[in-house]
Antibody, heavy 119, light 108 residues
Framework: VQLVESGGGLVKPGGSLRLSCAAS????????MNWVRQAPGKGLEWVSS????????SYADSVKGRFTISRDNAKNSLYLQMNSLRVEDTAVYYC?????????????WGQGTLVTVSS | EIVLTQSPGTLSLSPGERATLSCRAS???????LAWYQQRPGQAPRLLIY???SRATGIPDRFSGTGSGTDFTLTISRLEPDDFAVYYC?????????FGPGTKVDFK
């Protein structure tokens, strides 16, 4: 299992950014996927989840209405469109696989991509 | 919404010692949906325990989890150098999927 995030960078408050997560080594279309973030020196915060066929999507209240999760199963890719970014969105963003059959939780994680929101 | 608290914030121990980490939920949760993760500096989190007490693939048996209701515990029976890290509990029953604030296990 390999998850590789990309798309992070420096953006001004109010700006937008689109993160991607390229998946390999497993049948991507069969798994729900998640984004989890970690502000510098802080703990983990769940951000968003999408089911295998995109029929079920959920967001943390802190990002609802500003972030959009999506996926392309043909491309084995997960995305996070982030709009109206705030300073407090600065964090490392991880994509993580939800393994429903055994653990029911996030069993594989990427190495993360850093998003910095600053003027 | 369920809130998780962890104690202590920092645990200072020596290799070979036993570590006991606590996770408390703001309301009773199903033990089927309580997980523990380890995060070493500069690395992504790694799943250790799911369903309160089941070890994830490849996790050594010195890691064990117990608990029910609102109180859950991760025990590391004999600390090895690689175990000095931050540990997070998580409830994953229904979204949102909250994490606790973490317990750092560092060298005494």
């Amino acid at each position: 299992v390999q998850l590789v995030e990309s798309g992070g960078g420096l953006v001004k408050p109010g700006g937008s950014l689109r993160l991607s997560c390229a998946a390999s080594g497993f049948t991507f279309r069969s798994y729900s996927m998640n984004w989890v973030r970690q502000a510098p020196g802080k703990g983990l915060e769940w951000v968003s989840s999408i089911s295998s066929g995109s029929s079920s999507i959920s967001y943390a209240d802190s990002v609802k209405g500003r972030f959009t999760i999506s996926r392309d199963n043909a491309k084995n890719s997960l995305y996070l469109q982030m709009n109206s970014l705030r300073v407090e969105d600065t964090a490392v963003y991880y994509c993580a696989r939800l393994e429903a059959a055994v653990s029911g939780t996030l069993d594989s994680w990427g190495q993360g991509t850093l998003v910095t929101v600053s003027s | 919404e369920i809130v998780l608290t962890q104690s202590p914030g920092t645990l200072s121990l020596s290799p070979g010692e036993r570590a006991t980490l606590s996770c408390r939920a703001s309301q009773s949760v199903s033990s089927s949906y309580l997980a523990w993760y380890q995060q070493r500096p500069g690395q992504a989190p790694r799943l250790l325990i799911y369903g309160t007490s089941s070890r994830a693939t490849g996790i050594p048996d010195r890691f064990s989890g117990t608990g029910s209701g609102t109180d859950f515990t991760l025990t590391i029976s004999r600390l090895e150098p690689d175990d000095f890290a931050v540990y997070y509990c998580q409830h994953y029953g229904n979204s949102p999927f909250p994490f606790g604030p973490g317990t750092k296990v560092d060298f005494k």
